[in-house]
């Protein structure tokens, strides 16, 4: 079984500045996908980033970028010039890769961050 | 829009009262998910449905069933909601099988049991 560890209940900083939100995770699979979700105040999970653990190069989505160290397990996430409309629950979570004819296995999701964005 | 609904977005039942919570997706997805987030914890996978195909997690209480009738719908059944079923439910959809397909999420239902 695969383990997801967010070890910041909470941060806080003001708006345009960056902030880095960490996770660690434990798995024996080789072949996963890591994912960061934002759970927005009373809105629905969306998708921020994912990384293939196959992949070296860290994934970037505009403003938002990863540091995926296999090796140590580790997958931050690093939002630059952060807005209001980051303030969020954001949830670390990961996914082994499943191949036709295999099961379709959920997300195991850290405990979550809550970033809240200070004008 | 295309999305994944679930309704009611907040329901209230009694101990030990059946409860129904629905999911309904526009999306023509065939994986669909059920997780529970309780309060300060994790989102936890309860069951899966690939087309018609139910898979249910080994720590899943046998107090929770679900049912899919058709591609569009999925539903959680609680026989016997326990005070320790009150939790956000959530329904989330996905095209295919496999981790490089993204999940969609519904907003949704908070449960609370009286």
């Known amino acids: 079984a695969q383990t997801v560890t967010q070890s910041q209940p909470e941060m806080s900083v003001q708006e345009a500045e960056t902030v880095t939100l960490s996770c660690t995770y434990d798995?024996?699979?080789?072949?996963?996908?890591l994912f960061w979700y934002k759970q927005p105040p009373s809105r629905q999970m969306i998708l921020v980033i994912r990384?293939?653990?196959?992949?070296?190069q860290n994934a970037t989505e505009n403003r938002f970028s990863v540091n995926f160290q296999k090796a140590a397990k580790s997958f931050s996430l690093k939002i630059s010039d952060s807005q209001l409309g980051d303030t969020a629950m954001y949830f670390c979570?990961?996914?082994?890769?499943?191949?036709?004819?295999?099961?379709?296995?959920?997300?195991?999701f850290g405990k979550g961050t809550h970033l809240i964005i200070q004008p | 829009d295309a999305m994944v609904i679930q309704n009611p977005r907040y329901q209230v039942t009694q101990f030990g009262k059946p409860v129904t919570l629905s999911c309904s997706q526009t999306?023509?997805?065939?994986?669909m998910y059920w997780y529970q987030q309780k309060s300060s914890q994790a989102p936890k996978l309860l069951f899966h449905?690939?087309?018609?195909?139910?898979?249910n997690e080994a720590d899943t209480p046998d107090n929770f069933q679900s049912r899919r009738p058709n591609t569009s719908f999925c539903f959680l059944d609680i026989r016997s909601p326990g005070l320790g079923d009150a939790a956000m439910y959530l329904c989330?959809?996905?095209?295919?099988?496999?981790?490089?397909?993204?999940?969609?999420f519904g907003p949704g239902t908070r449960l609370t049991v009286l």
């Open positions: 989330a959809t996905s095209p295919r099988r496999g981790a490089h397909n993204e999940q969609f």
């Open positions: 798995t024996s699979e080789s072949n996963y996908y």
């Open positions: 990384q293939e653990a196959y992949k070296q």
């Open positions: 979570a990961f996914m082994k890769q499943t191949y036709s004819g295999g099961g379709a296995d959920g997300l195991t």
């Open positions: 999306l023509n997805h065939n994986v």
């Open positions: 449905y690939y087309d018609k195909d139910f898979n």
